[in-house]
């Protein structure tokens, strides 16, 4: 893989992007570093199993793999009511830079393929930029110089100080606001120019809590900095396809998959393990994520059982 230099007028313009893209009010914003060590119930699947070359795998076991796969990617227990999911309602716009041609080019295309082979909406020809792909030499640096050029991301100050401090092959920065189940904006009031109530999000009771979320994050941009000089040996592809799965979703990035057929281990794996592309399940997940109702707050439930009608025929996780 080719490490080039960034030139740094390139990013002065994608900062100033940002800028645009980021001054959100009263927005639901922050990487998410929360490891999730909950081990899922095992539900009752239907009283099938399959039997394949060297591997059984009972409808029962299938399902509780399932639902691990779902906690450890999503960073919520499959059965948790209060952890609602964060996805796009925009079309998604991508803009890459710090790469050669060849290699931005190359990139753009397989995360746009992606995109569209799990039909998420992409962003007509034009589109403001909202998904970032900034690849670099050294990450600290470049996104100093993008705090400087933008200081005014939601999340402030401190939030973006631990994104910068945490280094990661790819960090991915979410940028999110929060909305009703209809996409409108979640309501503020006020006391006056000085009311002490002034800009805090209300939310009524028009719908059940106990069956809806009253608000869910709705993913507006998001930052996706490659450190170049930890992706080496990769292909872009592999990078590309973590990537898209990284950005489609709030995903739980230090989430630990072992055994799990995911794009996402593929920092983790050793060298010969290495998933090639999005998984069967990878693909499964995104569908599904974007098939199923965001402010049902068994959505991960719903999410599980689809995968599991989805995956049982091949009852194989292929690596």
Not at 5 to 29: D, W
Not at 70 to 85: A, C, E, L, N
Not at 252 to 268: E, H, P, Q, Y
Request: aromatic share 8%; glycine share 6%.
């Amino acid at each position: 893989m080719h490490q080039p230099k960034i030139q740094v007028h390139r990013f002065i313009c994608i900062a100033a992007l940002l800028a645009a893209c980021m001054a959100l009010p009263r927005t639901y914003c922050q990487e998410l570093a929360t490891t999730s060590n909950a081990q899922p119930e095992n539900p009752a699947g239907p009283g099938k199993s399959a039997s394949l070359p060297q591997i059984t795998v009972t409808a029962k076991v299938l399902q509780q793999r399932i639902d691990t796969y779902i906690s450890t990617i999503s960073g919520g227990f499959v059965r948790s009511d209060d952890h609602p999911m964060a996805r796009w309602r925009d079309p998604i716009c991508p803009l890459v830079a710090g790469l050669a041609h060849d290699d931005g080019q190359l990139v753009f295309d397989r995360l746009t393929d992606d995109l569209r082979s799990t039909s998420i909406p992409l962003g007509q020809e034009g589109c403001r930029p909202n998904f970032f792909i900034i690849a670099t030499i050294d990450p600290v640096v470049t996104l100093k110089s993008l705090w400087h050029h933008a200081p005014h991301m939601s999340g402030g100050q401190t939030g973006f100080n631990n994104f910068i401090d945490t280094a990661r092959p790819v960090r991915v920065w979410y940028n999110a606001k929060l909305v009703r189940g209809d996409g409108t904006p979640t309501t503020s009031f006020g006391l006056g120019p000085k009311g002490v109530l002034q800009g805090v999000e209300a939310f009524s009771m028009g719908v059940s809590p106990q069956v809806e979320f009253v608000a869910v994050p709705d993913l507006k941009a998001v930052i996706v900095v490659v450190d170049l000089t930890r992706v080496v040996g990769l292909d872009w592809r592999q990078v590309t396809d973590y990537i898209a799965m990284a950005g489609v979703t709030k995903v739980n990035l230090d989430a630990r998959m072992d055994g799990s057929s995911t794009i996402m281990s593929l920092f983790a794996a050793p060298a010969d393990a290495r998933p090639q592309a999005l998984s069967s399940w990878d693909r499964s997940f995104i569908k599904e994520l974007y098939t199923t109702d965001a402010v049902d707050r068994h959505q991960r439930v719903e999410i599980a059982k689809a995968m599991f009608n989805d995956v049982a025929p091949g009852s194989v996780e292929r690596k």
